[in-house]
């Protein structure tokens, strides 16, 4: 039995809670008053009480304050990178942050949520089946591949475009077209998962009208979003899927991330 602190976070948060719960831990709560009624009063109660100190994911969106949607108050990111304890979060770079995003299992297994998530958008926003629709994935890196995958078993038609010549080559032998000579006019979707600017201003003139446009990218994502507003383009910035598509499966896989941080249950 371990004792766990666990600072601010969104739902993924608030489940990992009962989860570590569920597995006879003790469980510290603060900044997260809005849905349990014996949060701790200060941060300091929270965080010398536990042994292990996990934070959101991502661990801020302004690198300001944390991320803490459950919470009444405004926490500063310095509150927390302050305590003597290491902090288990995501996302973000800290002497004392582990940063469970660099974890290859909780990336890879989180792909899945991205994809599932993704597919979700695209149903919601086009009015072709995914079947026969010609897609392009901008970059093939973890959740290119997956989300490719599960496309190319829908029945579309996935083109993959990568600076690599390897992964250009991976992409054919999945089965999907690799290039690097596209043209953005052919695509009615086209989704990016480089985190820097790819479709920018000039790019974006080249795309159909009525192609949807999803940046998967995190940071300040690969779209040129000013441009494609002025150019009445569809394009949609789904950060986060993970959270918000599956939370639960997300704080299962968080859990075990965690466990295997620190050594076991």
């Not at 901008?138 to 990568?162: D, E, I, P, Q």
Request: one cysteine or more; proline letters at 2%; a positive charge.
């Amino acid at each position: 039995m371990s004792k766990f602190a666990l600072i601010g976070g969104d739902k993924r948060n608030v489940l990992l809670a009962k989860l570590l719960k569920e597995d006879k831990h003790i469980v510290y709560t603060f900044g997260l008053e809005k849905v349990f009624c014996n949060n701790c009063k200060t941060l300091a109660e929270a965080a010398e009480n536990a042994e292990f100190i996990i934070g959101p994911i991502p661990f801020s969106k302004n690198g300001k304050e944390l991320n803490a949607p459950y919470s009444n108050r405004k926490i500063k990111v310095e509150e927390i990178t302050s305590l003597s304890k290491k902090v288990i979060a995501g996302a973000f770079k800290h002497k004392n942050i582990i940063d469970i995003i660099e974890q290859e299992e909780l990336a890879i297994q989180n792909t899945i949520s991205t994809a599932e998530g993704t597919i979700e958008i695209i149903i919601s926003n086009t009015e072709e089946n995914i079947q026969s629709s010609k897609i392009l994935i901008l970059g093939f890196g973890r959740v290119a591949k997956t989300l490719a995958n599960k496309l190319h078993l829908l029945g579309a038609k996935v083109t993959c475009s990568a600076r690599k010549k390897s992964d250009l080559a991976w992409a054919k032998t999945y089965g999907y077209n690799g290039s690097n000579e596209i043209k953005l006019k052919d695509y009615n979707i086209i989704i990016n998962t480089i985190p820097h600017l790819i479709l920018d201003k000039n790019k974006l003139e080249k795309v159909n009208k009525n192609t949807l446009i999803i940046d998967l990218a995190s940071g300040s994502g690969g779209v040129d979003f000013e441009a494609a507003k002025n150019l009445n383009l569809n394009c949609i910035w789904a950060l986060a899927l993970p959270g918000k598509v599956a939370p639960l499966a997300t704080a299962k896989i968080i859990k075990n991330s965690i466990y295997n941080i620190i050594g076991g249950t």
